[in-house]
């Protein structure tokens, strides 16, 4: 016993070793940290994603109310729908908890909420992120005069942004011009449309280039 007294007393006193355990301590915390970059940009990708397909199905959907026999809860069913498509990840639950309808005013609103898990910040207790995001549009009157004003500069020949505009541009004027449209096949990021759609009388839409010149075509 008086020989072990001594060693204890050794031990209590050797600071030998001792980074490597606060290391060991910290380790969890830091990695979290790290981590938590990874996890805040994933989260703005997929509040990005939300904000798009929030804007699509309230564009798609707001001259629905203007029609005497609208139904609430089906365009509440749609939008949500199109939602949860467009973000395109299982592991994300998304919904459309605020719906605002004004067919006086023409308003359309739409809130909606997203929740993601956490790959890193979930060693420190955070096991989900979550986020809002919000689109409203005002169609008071079906007879509309738009302008688009669209990028053909020489950037836009890379990475197929030109294809890209061309298909938003046809999916933007189909749903101004047409009282319902649908995804294209193959290509969910424009549409089409809708099969015995009628078009809505009135509207105009024109085209502005961003540069000075446009080329359209010999035959034009």
Do not use: W
Not at 5 to 32: N, S, T, Y
């Amino acid at each position: 016993m008086r020989q072990a007294l001594p060693l204890l007393f050794r031990f209590a006193k050797d600071e030998r070793g001792v980074f490597a355990v606060l290391f060991g301590v910290m380790a969890i915390v830091l990695v979290a940290l790290g981590g938590a970059v990874v996890d805040y940009i994933t989260l703005e990708q997929t509040r990005a994603r939300a904000q798009a397909a929030l804007d699509s199905a309230i564009l798609a959907l707001q001259p629905e109310i203007l029609r005497s026999s609208f139904d609430r809860d089906q365009i509440h069913a749609q939008a949500e729908a199109l939602l949860i498509e467009r973000i395109g990840d299982p592991r994300i639950t998304a919904s459309i908890d605020d719906v605002r309808i004004s067919p006086d005013d023409g308003l359309l609103y739409f809130g909606a909420q997203f929740e993601m898990p956490t790959m890193f910040v979930s060693l420190v207790g955070v096991p989900t992120l979550s986020a809002r995001v919000a689109s409203e549009a005002v169609r008071k009157k079906l007879e509309l005069e738009v302008v688009m004003v669209l990028d053909n500069s020489g950037s836009m020949g890379n990475y197929n942004r030109m294809s890209s505009l061309i298909d938003a541009a046809k999916c933007a004027t189909y749903i101004m011009t047409y009282d319902a449209v649908v995804d294209a096949p193959g290509n969910s990021n424009t549409c089409i449309p809708a099969p015995g759609a009628r078009r809505v009388e009135n509207v105009r839409v024109a085209l502005v280039p961003f540069t000075m010149f446009v080329n359209v075509g010999p035959n034009n």
